[in-house]
């Protein structure tokens, strides 16, 4: 991208941005140890069907690495850790916001690198078109993703126990619209600058979704207070109160913070955490302020599209992308 495109593109995007701003107003904990690989607990391989006849699967190669597989019109970054490419692995959706790639995506949650750490397969969507005018359509695209994700785990050497998402603003939308639409799909959810469960409210608007849960799963969720285009009291927090009120969970109790952010632990009756950082960051650009990553070194940008940084200004008290890995590791399925 030129000076003067990226000039350009970067003058128009507050426009743009104010789109997802409207819609919206309708201590770290300690390291976990790699969960254990189960060969017994994975999904037969499967190369899409062809034994029966149907078309081949848009994942046609399952080696370990780094993979890009085209499918229903998106692409999707795939790292597949060697470990995984034979044994039993967990699965992480992670899910970039407005104007992000998969790969901006990966700059600030370090999800790619974390999966190989710890046994996880890493899918990372790319909406259409290209950033930095890449946008989620919920209607369109969050079917696309789901299928995506479901023959993966059909495909892949994937452990069901340990399938997780997150995402991003747009992404975390998604997250929020997955935890209302496909519960019982997922073990744990990480949701970021986002909302967009409103458990059977009426009032779910296109970036959300009216349903209920299917069951209750563990829900790590953060967002800034200073966020500027998912405002903090108008969204955050009642999609907050939302998750607690449907799963009828405790007063909560403060479990992490350092005076720029709080870490607040809520309990259904069954046991069920949801665990919501509400932190003080801001990023150095004025129309998106707290909608940033926490810990996050990508200050700049520098990505194929990217005109300006995601991270939040350090210091921070916390690396979101290790936070959503640690809970994920913690909290697989219990069925």
Not at 21 to 31: D, E, L, V, W, Y
Request: glycine fraction near 10%; aromatic fraction near 8%; include cysteine.
């Amino acid at each position: 991208m030129t000076r003067s495109n990226r000039a350009a593109a970067l003058a128009s995007l507050p426009i743009v941005l104010s789109t997802v701003q409207a819609c919206g107003t309708s201590n770290a904990s300690t390291t976990p140890n790699p969960a254990p690989m189960n060969d017994a607990a994975s999904v037969p391989h499967d190369a899409g069907g062809e034994a029966d006849g149907s078309a081949p699967s848009c994942i046609d190669d399952t080696s370990a690495g780094q993979h890009v597989y085209s499918c229903d019109g998106l692409t999707y970054d795939v790292d597949i850790p060697a470990a995984c490419a034979s044994s039993s692995c967990g699965l992480v959706a992670d899910v970039h916001g407005l104007s992000m790639s998969g790969k901006m995506e990966d700059n600030n949650t370090n999800m790619r690198h974390l999966g190989e750490q710890y046994g996880y397969i890493v899918a990372q969507p790319n909406a259409v078109p290209a950033p930095p005018l890449s946008s989620w359509t919920p209607s369109t695209d969050d079917p696309k993703v789901f299928a995506f994700l479901e023959l993966a785990v059909s495909t892949l050497h994937v452990d069901r126990k340990r399938v997780h998402m997150t995402g991003f603003s747009e992404g975390g939308y998604m997250t929020y619209r997955f935890l209302c639409d496909h519960a019982d799909f997922f073990a744990s959810v990480a949701p970021a600058a986002g909302a967009g469960c409103s458990f059977g409210g009426a009032d779910a608007g296109m970036w959300g979704s009216a349903g209920v849960p299917a069951r209750e799963i563990p829900v790590l969720a953060v967002n800034g207070t200073k966020d500027a285009l998912v405002n903090f009291d108008g969204v955050a927090v009642p999609q907050r109160d939302e998750v607690v009120a449907g799963w009828h969970m405790d007063s909560g109790a403060v479990i992490a913070g350092d005076g720029t952010f709080t870490r607040t632990r809520y309990e259904s009756p069954s046991g069920t955490v949801f665990e919501f950082i509400q932190h003080d960051y801001s990023s150095s650009q004025s129309f998106t302020l707290g909608h940033c990553f926490p810990g996050s070194m990508d200050l700049d940008g520098g990505a194929p599209g990217q005109v300006f940084g995601f991270a939040c200004q350090p210091p921070n008290g916390f690396v979101w992308g290790d936070e959503v890995m640690k809970f994920f590791v913690a909290h697989p399925s219990a069925n």
